[in-house]
């Protein structure tokens, strides 16, 4: 029961890293049409500005996420404005240029805060464990499922209850008749990259609290945001929730289960999904 | 005017050749005096995984060798370093062709890890190119000598060597009657473990369970999870993968219900003990290097690291800078004669103390060498090795 119960929870909580880091690039993809391979690599520089700030600077957690998320995103609109938005349509200098973003920001990393990993870090008052009934688990893995819990429904507000949420939804469906009833699309894509990106280095300091950061981060990571996006579909959030959660649980209950298949479960399952469900369980046509 | 001009510049251009081949003449000149230099190869991680390791083995080699003034024999010394890569084989095999071909090295010191030696020692056999490896190589000693055929001389010895009298010293001295480990699912991981499992063994210990964490693993809990509680937990893991478990190991309370012990705890240095902090304290692990040794040749290394890079050095920092040691010796030993057999003797006979004790090879190339069991202490907010038992002139298992 123990052994059920914990691995419900590291699956959950280790699902909620990947939704957060997984929902920006869904985002992008879906409404841009952009493969953004470099979005490990915002996910590593954020969690290594959470660390230079939380570990080294002794800045407030909370706090520290909120900088280290906007200066991901600052990278972001760099990026987008400066590179990606000459680059739409076009599938394979994209995948070309964000590749060589990744080497580029993995070693401006390495350069500058040297290549020793770090270790997981989090708020002091988030160590230990939480104690229940004579059952005790990590509070930083209680407060990662309550910090995307809390995102999940902050994303749904945004994408169904607000007027950007509804001219996002548009626009994945169709661009041009957006664009035709006067909405500025360049806009509304720099604005979208930049929280996307933004996202990223938020989930790098919160994920720095179970996987730490080092300069092979990005590459790590993005192989499983891209995995948690082709399983759950893309440009959909709710199917990226979907496709988090069942990579989390199965990586989990798969390690436990059946430590032997620990190094390919994920993506055996990805491969039957594909298999049954080419555009993932809740996929949707990529915008072109 | 103009011819004027012209007559000039053609004069001008002939003044810059001529003292350009004056230069150029006096340099070949007085290299030639001085000896065709001996080269030196090196190969180190600089990308990867083990990207911080790399530079570690770079500083040491160029601190042995500004010891020694960049002569050998009275020949000048070249050092020619390289990234092994981030454990792609094929980047190290090119490496070193290089190193052998183009450069035309006359002795190789790496590269770091046990797949990228094993990719590149049928080359270096055939090319009759002495290497010194830096860190134990994984695997069966009597099996890696037929691949390496006495041209790789393994002065970071075999890692079963190390790990099986730890495994002893775990059963017979610290009391443990049975222990569940874990370690990395790739070949050094599973030759650490597989030799320390059976030292513990062979003194009447029962091992409970084993888990092998897949390289790339982001969450541990799952094996947390499922962690039979034994006397001990014996634990070997790459850097990152080590922290991770470690802190999540001390989030679920586990240090009191299980301590831990490290075979080749190389994959944590002083720094990552302050990063871990108190967690730490109490850790037995096994270690070729100890900062602490008190041993002159040891201290002088230490002052000598901490004044030139301001950090303690640790067993990278040490290993290096012994093979570099072993490669001068070896030079030494021939007077400077690079011929590829000469060479090869001349260092299989190298004795030397250095600052991980005492160095020897056997005729098949294998180190013999010492390594020690320590503990981790805490003194006035630092955290360091303290050894508690030398493990003198350990041999490769089955050698």
Redesign the interface.
Same mark, same amino acid.
């Given at each position: 029961m123990?052994?059920i119960v $914990?691995?419900l929870l590291?699956g959950i909580?280790?699902g909620t890293i990947l939704f957060l880091l997984a929902s920006g690039l869904s985002i992008s993809l879906g409404l841009m049409g952009i493969l953004n391979l470099a979005h490990g690599a915002i996910y590593m520089v954020g969690g290594y500005i959470g660390w230079l700030l939380a570990v080294k600077g002794g800045v407030n957690f909370w706090v520290t996420v909120l900088i280290a998320g906007l200066a991901t995103g600052l990278l972001g609109l760099i990026i987008e404005r400066g590179f990606l938005r000459y680059l739409y349509k076009k599938r394979n200098e994209q995948v070309l240029l964000t590749f060589g973003l990744i080497y580029i920001m993995t070693n401006l990393t390495?350069w500058i805060y040297? /290549?020793? #990993?770090?270790?997981?870090f989090t708020a002091s008052f988030l160590? !230990?464990?939480f104690h229940f009934l004579g059952w $005790? %688990? #990590?509070?930083?893995?209680i407060a990662i499922i309550m910090i995307g819990l809390a995102l999940v429904i902050g994303l749904w507000w945004l994408q169904d209850k607000t007027r950007l949420g509804a001219i996002v939804r548009a626009g994945m469906e169709d661009k041009e008749i957006v664009t035709g009833l006067g909405i500025n699309m360049g806009l509304v894509f720099t604005v979208v990259f930049f929280f996307a990106s933004f996202l990223a280095g938020f989930a790098g300091v919160v994920g720095a609290q179970?996987?730490?950061v %080092? #300069?092979?981060l990005s590459l790590?990571?993005l192989l499983?945001a891209l995995v948690v996006v082709v399983v759950g579909g893309m440009g959909n959030v709710r199917g990226t929730l979907l496709g988090s959660m069942i990579i989390g649980l199965i $990586?989990?209950? !798969?390690? /436990?289960l059946f430590?032997e298949l620990?190094?390919f479960t994920i993506y055996l399952v990805m491969i039957i999904i594909l298999l049954v469900r080419p555009a993932g369980l809740l996929g949707r046509r990529v915008s072109r | 005017m103009r011819k004027r001009r012209l007559e000039m510049f053609g004069c001008t251009i002939c003044s810059v050749l001529l003292i350009a081949a004056m230069i150029s003449v006096t340099a070949f000149a007085a290299e030639t005096m001085r000896g065709k230099p001996i080269k030196i190869g090196a190969l180190g991680p600089m990308t990867g995984a083990a990207a911080e390791i790399g530079p570690k083995v770079k500083n040491a080699i160029t601190l042995r060798l500004e010891e020694a003034k960049w002569q050998v024999a009275g020949k000048p010394i070249e050092l020619i370093f390289q990234d092994e890569g981030g454990g792609d084989p094929a980047f190290t095999m090119a490496a070193v062709k290089k190193m052998v071909e183009m450069d035309q090295v006359d002795i190789i010191i790496g590269p770091l890890n046990t797949p990228m030696t094993m990719a590149v020692a049928p080359y270096l056999a055939r090319q009759k190119m002495v290497d010194l490896t830096l860190a134990p190589v994984a695997g069966d000693a009597k099996q890696l000598s037929n691949l390496f055929k006495g041209w790789i001389m393994i002065a970071g010895g075999e890692g079963g060597q190390f790990c099986y009298p730890f495994g002893e010293y775990a059963c017979s001295e610290m009391k443990f009657k049975t222990i569940s480990t874990v370690s990395q699912d790739h070949a050094a991981g599973k030759r650490f473990m597989g030799t320390f499992a059976d030292g513990f063994k062979s003194k009447g210990g029962t091992v409970l369970q084993q888990q092998w964490v897949p390289y790339g693993t982001a969450d541990m809990g799952p094996y947390l999870s499922v962690l039979k509680e034994a006397d001990a937990l014996a634990l070997w893991l790459i850097p990152i993968d080590i922290r991770r478990f470690l802190k999540q190991y001390d989030e679920r309370g586990l240090f009191k219900k299980m301590p831990i012990v490290i075979p080749r705890a190389g994959v944590i240095d002083e720094a990552a003990l302050k990063e871990l902090g108190d967690l730490t304290v109490g850790l037995v692990a096994e270690q070729n290097y100890v900062s602490l040794l008190d041993t002159p040749v040891n201290k002088r290394f230490v002052a000598a690291v901490k004044k030139k890079y301001g950090v303690i050095p640790d067993f990278y920092y040490a290993t290096s800078y012994q093979a570099a040691s072993v490669a001068l010796a070896g030079f030494e030993a021939t007077r400077g004669d690079t011929t590829p057999e000469k060479l090869r003797q001349a260092v299989a006979g190298v004795k030397l103390e250095t600052p991980t004790g005492n160095v020897a090879f056997m005729p098949s190339g294998w180190g013999i060498l010492d390594t020690y069991f320590v503990k981790v202490k805490k003194k006035d907010g630092e955290y360091f090795f303290d050894p508690i038992k030398k493990c003198p002139a350990t041999r490769p298992l089955g050698e």
């Open positions: 123990d052994v $914990q691995n590291n909580s280790f390495i040297g /290549a020793e #990993p770090r270790a997981p160590s !230990g464990s $005790q %688990y #990590p509070t930083a893995r179970l996987l730490g %080092y #300069p092979d790590d990571v499983l $990586q989990s209950f !798969g390690v /436990a430590p620990a190094m | -």
